[in-house]
């Protein structure tokens, strides 16, 4: 896997609830935390560490769409869900 070089103003994407894809613009870097701003609504923000940043949309969905589908496969479920 790549190492993905940020930097301040760049426009990242996040994967909010496990369900949505959202913008951000990445307003600090500290160490291995990166504070970000939501894009659509300046007044509010996360920090957030390297491994939850995209440089694109796709690449978020990817990532989601295969999250989901390992949740709803089953994997890792105790076998008593199943009786």
Same mark, same amino acid.
């Given at each position: ?12 994407? @996040? @994967?909010?609830?496990?369900s949505y894809v959202m913008e951000m613009e990445i307003m600090r870097i500290t160490g ?13 923000? @996360? ?27 089953? @994997? ?8």
């Amino acid at each position: 896997m790549e190492d993905k070089k940020y930097s301040v103003g760049q426009h990242v994407f @996040i @994967i909010s609830n496990n369900s949505y894809v959202m913008e951000m613009e990445i307003m600090r870097i500290t160490g291995d935390f990166y504070t970000l701003r939501y894009v659509q609504n300046y007044g509010s923000g @996360i920090r957030l560490k390297k491994y939850r940043l995209y440089s694109t949309k796709e690449e978020a969905e990817a990532v989601m769409d295969s999250e989901r589908k390992k949740r709803d496969s089953g @994997i890792g479920r105790p076998r008593h869900w199943y009786d």
